[in-house]
Structures are given as C-alpha cells and as structure tokens.
C-alpha cells in the first residue's frame, strides 16, 4: 500500500478531514429593459410561460445543484464509509450531462471553480490511487490532459470528488452556450458560480483565489459569451446609481427582453466578493451578479438555502423585489427519506431558483424522491393575486 493511502488510514484527525470535505460539498439581466414589480409569491396551477408584463422574478424554476458532477466510484465511497458513513452517503449523487439538464427544461446551473494559473495543479487526485489499492482499475480520467493547461478546473473536491462532464470551466460554459445557441428564446438560465479554495487536512491544497483568479471567472465567461447574451448587473442597474435601487425601484426586466439570455452569479462569502468588486466597483462592467445582504448597493440576488428556517424572510425579500435561490434537498437525507418538506416549503417561499440533486429520482440507491412541479415541468409562473 502507498505512503499516502497508510497516512490517510492512520491520521488520529481523518473524520476531521473529511467532515471538512461535507462542509466544502454543503457550502456546495446593454440596453433600457421594460420592467415590472409584483407584491406576491402566490403561484397559479399553470406553469405556462405566456407572452405579457412577466418579470424576470416572476419565475420560479428547478435547477441542479453541483451540475457538472459525475458520481464518486465506489471504492473511494467504501473507504469514507469506513470513517464516516453519513458522509460517504452525502456524496452519492450525480448528474446528467448539462445539455441533458437543460433538455429536460432545468434552468438553474451551478459551476464550482478552481484556481490553477499555471495549469497541472490538479492533475492525478489521490483518489486515483484509493481505487487501484482497493484491486479496481480507475475509469479513465483527463485523458485529454486539459488539466495541465492554465486557468480555472472544474469539479466538486479536489482529490475525492473529481469527476466532472467538464474539467475545465470553459468547457461547461461553452456547452451551455452551445445548448443556448440551438434553443434561441428559451427562459433565462441562472449559474451560481462557486470559487472554491478551502484547505482540507492531509489532500493536496487548491490555489487561493486573488483579485487575479476573481476577475478570471469573469473574463472565462467575456470570452466565451457575447455580451447581447447575458443579463448583466448593468442591464439592470440602467440609470439608477445603484443596483439595490434599481431592483427595488423599476424591478427586474420583463421577460420577453431577456428570452434566451444567461445570467451569472458569484455564490460567495464576503472575502471573495469584495475580491471581485475590487475589480468590478458596484458591478460596473460585470458578468456576474453577488450575493451581498441587503442594504449594500449591489444588492439584487440572494442565496438563502435552507427554505423552512427562512421561509418568512425569504417571502418578504421576494415581496420586495430581490430574487432568491434556495435547495430543496442536501447530502441526499431528503431523497433517502423521500421527504419532500424541504421542497414544498421552498416553492410556497416564493424564492425563484430552487436546486436540487433529484430533478429525475436517483440510480444510486432506492428512491423515488423527485423534485418537479406537479404538472411534470420545472418551471412556472408566480403571479399576483
């Protein structure tokens, strides 16, 4: 057995490394627009998107959470299980392709980002390495080598949870565009985009984002996207000084301006942020919206995930203008329970972008748990009363 495989069974602080591994998984709209603001969340039976003064928030849609994520082999879930089977159990999901998703009518993405200027960094995870010393063969992995070229990787862990339909962020957004290319009006997309650096104990450390790595997510998304194609936090802010009193003054555009467009937002703490608007002051000239607290100019978009502790605020956000995403389901409990509490709870908050890991029932454990409005689409519409 390897070094690092005895090292990793021996270390007195293994469940630290890998509930720390559970913590990183969980914290896992130019031109003038039409605009429009509704006072509730109150959702009809018809989820038909019809031509009229609809909102961008007056949507309210399913998207995928961790969308680029092919399922942890087994092996590497078997040796978790050892330490911690909750946690080994929180990582058994998967997803379709991204065309796949976006076929099925999902509209909400979400993109984890590495930093890796000088490309090579993540090349060879150790999980790799669990596997062969479990007597399997690895599936093939990065045989492209597109790990070893500069810029931002894609995928969940590095080291553990590695496997991604795209490696490289440039790819998953080229397929994205691809998709949005051959299907001209369909509704918004919204990506969350998650900057991911945290130091787990024992596997190897990412690259810390800087102001350069910040400003790279948005350049990777300026250069694949035109900018007729994305709704961008000036789109909305237009004449107003701030985008918090656009929002809450004009509202968000109407829904016909912003057919077949994608609207990018970075799903980060304060550090990373401010890092960002270091670049973009007040989001001028930038790809993505942020999820800052009320009050602050760049306010618009929030990300608030657990939906029954905060259903009450949630609501009265959504009554004021901003939009909201928040999860139906996390670490695959709902799903094993098929408990849909959590679901329910986020469709009657009002927030508009509800993700989750079982828009189609899972095929890695039994389950019937399936998170899709009841008349078997994942988008609709919320009206006034």
């Known amino acids: ?22 913590c990183i998984l969980l914290l896992a709209l130019v031109a003038t627009f039409s605009s429009c603001n509704k006072d509730s969340t109150e959702i009809p039976e018809s989820n038909a998107l019809n031509d009229g003064c609809e909102c961008l928030n007056d949507i309210q849609m399913i998207g995928s959470h961790n969308s680029y994520k092919i399922a942890v082999e087994q092996p590497i879930l078997d ?52 596997i062969s010393d479990a007597g399997f063969t690895p599936m093939p992995y990065d045989e492209d080598n597109v790990l070893e070229e500069p810029g931002l990787k894609m995928f969940h862990t590095q080291d553990v949870d590695f496997r991604s ?66 709704i961008t936090p000036d789109d909305v802010r237009n004449d107003f000084s701030t985008l918090e009193e656009a929002i809450l003054s004009n509202g968000w555009p109407s829904l016909d301006d912003v057919r077949g467009k994608i609207l990018f937002v970075l799903d980060e703490g304060e550090a990373k942020t401010n890092l960002y608007l270091s670049s973009f002051p007040g989001l001028q000239n930038a790809s993505m919206f942020v999820n800052v607290s009320e009050g602050k100019p760049e306010a618009a978009f929030h990300i608030i995930n657990d939906p029954i502790a905060n259903q009450e605020e949630i609501q009265r956000l959504v009554r004021l203008g901003y939009m909201v995403r928040t999860r ?58």
């Open 1 to 22: 057995m390897r070094p690092c495989i005895q090292y990793f069974q021996h270390c007195s602080f293994i469940k630290i490394l890998f509930r720390g591994i559970g």
């Open 79 to 130: 040796f978790i299980a050892q330490l911690d089977q909750a946690l080994s159990q929180s990582l058994e999901y998967e997803h379709i392709s991204i065309s796949g998703q976006l076929d099925l009518g999902l509209r909400n993405l979400e993109y984890d980002v590495f930093y890796d200027p000088e490309g090579g960094h993540y090349t060879n995870p150790q999980g790799l390495e669990v």
């Open 165 to 230: 339909h795209h490696l490289l962020f440039s790819d998953g957004l080229l397929a994205l565009k691809e998709w949005s290319d051959q299907h001209s009006g369909h509704t918004p997309i919204i990506v969350l985009i998650n900057a991911k650096d945290a130091v787990i104990p024992i596997i190897r450390e990412p690259v810390p984002f800087d102001v350069v790595g910040m400003k790279l997510i948005d350049e990777e998304i300026a250069n694949v996207f035109d900018p007729d194609q994305l």
């Open 328 to 385: 139906a389901d996390s670490d695959t409990f709902e799903a094993r329970a098929n408990d849909d509490r959590r679901f329910q709870a986020a469709i009657t908050s009002g927030a508009q972008v509800i993700s989750t890991d079982y828009y189609i029932p899972s095929t890695l454990f039994d389950s019937d748990y399936q998170v899709i409005f009841e008349d078997g689409t994942y988008e609709r519409l919320q009206v006034s009363e």
